[in-house]
């Protein structure tokens, strides 16, 4: 696609349940991101696959936090058992890049999740 | 390991206003600096970078140089445009690893017709 597309857009959840979160990157993009952003900060980094590879997964709060890329394209960020401190932004990104990244990513518009 | 500090917002100028945000990095050695842009309801976007000491990155009216001397990356725009009201981060690679990016907390920049 044209960009990086995530669904849903917003998502209530009320505590304990889980909930899957998705991640369409650019088409042929090799590296794919999660971020966290809680509201009034920066994202922070959850998680990185280069091609279905998960290579870094030193971000994730707690092991309630699971990614995947099974055929190394779309991701699923799924969060078990939802706590309120779960509600955030949900951002992802992707780049054609396996190295540096000098040119940046280029990011989705979000999951807001909301846990209540 | 890396970080970035972010002048604090909110900011709030007229149109056609100067504007300068300012950022200051912590880093090992000399990795790229980049500035994203955030406006309301989407995801970041990549509004400029620089990737060695003195070089300045610019985009849309923006400008940010890299200074090595005093570890800084502001942003600056000579006259602002309502349409420039979004936020703002400034980012750098993560120590350790050149993939993931450290942001700052973000700058709100609100211009007024």
């Known amino acids: 696609g044209a960009g990086v597309s995530q669904s849903p857009r917003y998502k209530v959840a009320k505590r304990g349940q889980d909930v899957a979160l998705r991640c369409d990157p650019i088409?042929?993009?090799?590296?794919l991101f999660w971020y966290q952003q809680a509201l009034g900060q920066g994202p922070e980094f959850l998680t990185y696959?280069?091609?279905?590879?998960?290579?870094?997964k030193s971000g994730l709060p707690s092991d309630r936090f699971f990614a995947e890329r099974p055929e190394g394209s779309v991701s699923t960020l799924k969060i078990q058992r939802t706590q309120q401190e779960d509600s955030a932004v949900y951002l992802c990104?992707?780049?054609?890049?396996?190295?540096?990244?000098?040119?940046?990513?280029?990011f989705g518009s979000g999951t807001r999740l909301t846990v209540v | 390991g890396n970080s970035v500090t972010q002048m604090e917002g909110p900011v709030t100028l007229s149109e056609e206003a100067f504007l300068t945000i300012n950022c200051t990095y912590t880093?090992?050695?000399?990795?790229?600096l980049f500035w994203y842009v955030q406006y309301p309801g989407e995801g970041l976007q990549l509004l400029l970078k620089?990737?060695?000491?003195?070089d300045k990155g610019s985009n849309k009216g923006f400008e940010a140089t890299y200074r090595k001397e005093t570890t800084s990356f502001h942003l600056e725009k000579g006259s602002v445009q309502v349409s420039d009201s979004a936020v703002y981060f400034c980012?750098?690679?993560?120590?350790?690893?050149?993939?993931?990016?450290?942001f700052g907390s973000g700058t709100q920049l609100t211009v007024l017709p």
């Open positions: 620089a990737t060695k000491a003195d």
């Open positions: 696959f280069q091609n279905e590879a998960q290579l870094d």
């Open positions: 088409s042929g993009h090799v590296s």
């Open positions: 880093a090992t050695g000399y990795p790229s």
């Open positions: 990104a992707s780049s054609p890049l396996t190295g540096t990244y000098a040119n940046g990513y280029t």
């Open positions: 980012a750098l690679p993560s120590s350790g690893s050149a993939r993931q990016l450290t």
